[in-house]
């Protein structure tokens, strides 16, 4: 069984400032891995996806993301935030299922990116 | 591309009614169509997958004859809340994947569901 863990539940910075957004994850599988951004009473967005290609993914917004095996970890970095990535961010990750059936992907708890003036 | 339409955006009704939402990818065929359920300020809850053509498959706790859920075709998927009640107030959320699990999911904008 996979799981998720965003060890913030919410991170608070200035505007201009870098934003890190952390995500580890535990996988029997080589897994894909996924942030999604959403904003207040709407759908998510994919940010960026890792599929087992480079392990640093460059996403939307100025946002990307490090894949480290050895740390399973996938955290979410944007050097410069802006107040409009004030938002809900998941970190999802997707393995096969049993028996290689369906993939099934799990989400983390989310983490509230809030930025400041 | 990989637009997701979910219809309605906002439903409030009196207890007892039965509500559908629909949720279609307008630019792709998804084989797999996710329903979620999110309570304020937590993460979404996996309600039950569907595949095109098959029964959907239900988290545990789910109720199946409470929240019905039809994949039709590779572009519609629809969830009936049948006879619901206060409790099922929440915001629903559909999903759509083209392909194997390695590819993302697109999300539709979400239904705010509340019943009187």
């Known amino acids: 069984a996979q799981s998720v863990t965003q060890l913030d539940s919410h991170v608070s910075v200035s505007e201009g400032t870098p934003v890190l957004l952390r995500c580890n994850y535990s ?9 999604y951004v959403q904003h207040p ?7 960026l996806k890792y599929t087992s290609a480079a392990t640093l993914v460059k996403g939307i917004n100025g946002f990307e993301a490090e894949f480290k095996k050895s740390e399973t970890s996938f955290h979410l970095t944007k050097p410069s935030a802006h107040m409009s990535d004030a938002a809900e961010y998941f970190c999802v990750v997707s393995v096969p299922g049993e028996a290689g059936g369906s993939y099934i992907p799990t989400f983390g ?4 990116l809030i930025v400041h003036p | 591309g990989a637009v997701v339409s979910q219809h309605p955006s906002r439903v409030i009704c009196k207890s007892g009614t039965s509500v559908k939402i629909e949720c279609r990818s307008l630019d792709f065929q998804a084989t797999t169509m996710f329903w979620y359920r999110q309570f304020p300020k937590q993460s979404l809850m996996l309600m039950a997958t569907s595949n095109e053509g098959s029964k959907a498959t239900y988290e545990q706790g789910v109720e199946k004859d409470k929240f019905l859920i039809n994949h039709a075709s590779l572009t519609l998927s629809t969830l009936t809340v049948t006879s619901a009640h206060p409790e099922d107030s929440s915001f629903y959320i ?4 083209r392909g194997g699990g390695n590819q993302p999911q697109h999300f539709g904008d979400g239904t705010r569901l509340s019943i009187l």
């Open chain 1, 27 to 35: 996988s029997s599988y080589s897994p894909s891995l996924f942030w």
């Open chain 1, 41 to 47: 009473n709407k759908g998510l967005q994919l940010l």
């Open chain 1, 109 to 112: 708890r989310g983490t509230s």
């Open chain 2, 94 to 97: 559909c999903s759509a994947r």
